[in-house]
């Protein structure tokens, strides 16, 4: 398709355990951005890559956390060592432009939905 | 941290009725603001985007428009219809392309 696409839709996990999320983004978008939704946090931000590099990971909520990105394309968002409080849809967007703009908006894929038993 | 802030939670309306919903942010120093909408089990799709330099933007039955030194914004959504049943989410974007989101708007337009 020619959407947003993440994988895996659903991952359900234990405690402690590391799982690994990735996004590929539309053909040729630049910028990309991940994002947390969870009942008690709304939607949060957590980074945004341009090409391959993160100009800010502040937003990321602990170490655990960790997102690279390489050939421009493909990214994976990491969580070493989950807690439950980490259970929540993760989102990926990108967006042809460096910023979004009125006709280069951000394209959202559907979400990882991560559940930590 | 910067804080958004939409009201009301949730609507509820009859088809056709015209509405608007609601958003306020704590730092005015904003990039753009964008409205979103998102359906349940699904990500986010762009409605609207306002530019911190610009006051409003249209889009078919949609109008949004800025406020920046207020700290508001409004999402008016004209002869509403069922299948504008959705959550709404407001986005605003400061520098590094950080967005804060509300925690959205969930309308229902009943038939």
């Known amino acids: 398709g020619a959407g947003v696409s993440q994988s895996p839709s659903n991952k359900v996990t234990e405690k402690g355990k590391d799982v690994e999320l990735r996004c590929d983004p539309i053909s040729g978008h630049t910028a990309l951005y991940w994002y947390r939704q969870s009942l008690g946090q709304g939607l949060e931000f957590l980074i945004y890559f341009q090409g391959n590099s993160a100009p800010d990971k502040s937003g990321l909520p602990s170490d655990r956390f960790s997102a690279e990105r390489t050939g421009g394309s493909v990214s994976t968002l990491t969580i070493q060592r989950t807690q439950q409080e980490d259970s929540a849809v993760y989102l990926c967007?990108?967006?042809?432009?460096?910023?979004?703009?009125?006709?280069?908006?951000?394209?959202f894929g559907d979400g990882t939905r991560l559940s930590i038993l | 941290k910067q804080e958004v802030t939409q009201i009301p939670a949730a609507l509820s309306v009859p088809e056709g009725e015209n509405l608007v919903l609601n958003c306020s942010f704590t730092d005015s120093a904003i990039y753009n603001l964008q409205w979103f909408r998102q359906d349940p089990g699904k990500g986010l799709t762009s409605l609207l985007l306002?530019?911190?330099?610009?006051r409003e933007q249209t889009s078919g039955r949609l109008n949004a428009s800025l406020d920046k030194s207020s700290g508001r914004s409004t999402l008016y959504i004209a002869a509403s219809q069922p299948g504008d049943s959705a959550t709404y989410l407001c986005a605003v974007g400061y520098n590094f392309n950080k967005f804060y989101f509300g925690s959205g708007t969930k309308l229902n337009v009943k038939p």
């Open positions: 306002i530019q911190s330099s610009q």
């Open positions: 967007a990108s967006s042809l432009a460096r910023r979004p703009t009125r006709n280069q908006p951000q394209h």
